[in-house]
């Protein structure tokens, strides 16, 4: 089994920053992609960014050039830096782990951007 704990949500003001970690633990294989999206009151949950073994990365329209996913192998761990935070940021975060056998989503953290 495969367990995925988030943390560093919070409040933040406009134009603040927040650096989302989820660490894996359990059976995560050599190759696993981690993925984090979003979800707001009312809205769908959307794909926000992901990252692959190979360190390929991609973002939503609405962040690129704002966050960033970084992953640490070593320690199972992805990073989402964010910075520039908006108001509409404001969402519950998930990260999503994928690999060979099974997906797996964490618990969520709550980011709220707000003066």
């Known amino acids: 089994q495969v367990q995925l704990v988030e943390s560093g949500g919070g409040l933040a003001q406009p134009g603040g920053s927040l650096r989302l970690t989820c660490t894996a633990s359990g059976n995560i294989f050599r190759f696993w992609r981690m993925d984090w999206c979003r979800q707001a009151p009312g809205k769908q949950r959307e794909l926000v960014a992901g990252?692959?073994?190979?360190?390929?990365?991609n973002y939503a329209a609405s962040v690129k050039g704002r966050f960033t996913i970084s992953r640490d192998n070593a320690e199972k761990t992805v990073y989402l830096q964010m910075n520039s935070l908006k108001p509409e940021d404001t969402a519950v975060y998930y990260c999503?782990?994928?690999?060979?056998?099974?997906?797996?989503w964490g618990q969520g953290t709550q980011v709220t951007v707000s003066s």
């Open positions: 990252i692959d073994s190979l360190n390929g990365t």
């Open positions: 999503y782990l994928r690999q060979t056998g099974g997906d797996y």
